[in-house]
């Protein structure tokens, strides 16, 4: 880590403080605090409103958990954000119907093949990968996307997850939160 953690708990905080920690231990609930709560409570406004946007991304859409967490995956493989894969990795493949195989079309950098994935799951990644790589979204894919049944919201749960993501993955590199930014797994060395 490029700079140091906050005390667990933290410790001389205003009121208006203790709130925003009150409410990042409400969401995080019995896994207590992470590092990265550690880092962004150097800065108590932004870990609010971080917590805010997080919480909403992971726990209040309507994507189903394959398709969130290809979402969460894809930025954190792209930007060699481990702590975010380590986080996440096993989420996915907990996620029901998916397996191995289908992690391991996940786990490549270039994937040019859908492999054991279905057809949403390999637009997604691919829509994930566009938005990581490019920002821009051909509009092909776009369309590819609307073509597996996302309807708008679902359109627009899938574009915050991906630019979310995006945003947790390089502040976790940027500062190595977690100091796992030298130890990626040993199947990444290929990578």
Known sequence: MRLDYVPNPPTNLSAEDQEV?????????????????????????????WNALLGAVR??????????????????????????WNAHAPILLKSAGFTEEKLAVVKQLHPTEKGALDDRQWAVLRYADAMTRDVSVPQSLFEEVKAQGFNEQEIVELTATVASYNLVSRFLVALDVGEQNDKAPDWASKL
């Open 21 to 49: 920690l009150e409410r990042v231990k409400a969401r995080r609930g019995a896994m207590g605090l992470i590092p990265l709560d550690l880092t962004l409570l150097h800065a108590p406004k932004i870990a609010d409103g």
């Open 59 to 84: 726990t209040k859409n309507s994507l189903s958990d394959d398709i969130r967490e290809i979402a969460i995956c894809r930025p954190a493989l792209i930007n060699k954000a481990w702590f975010e």
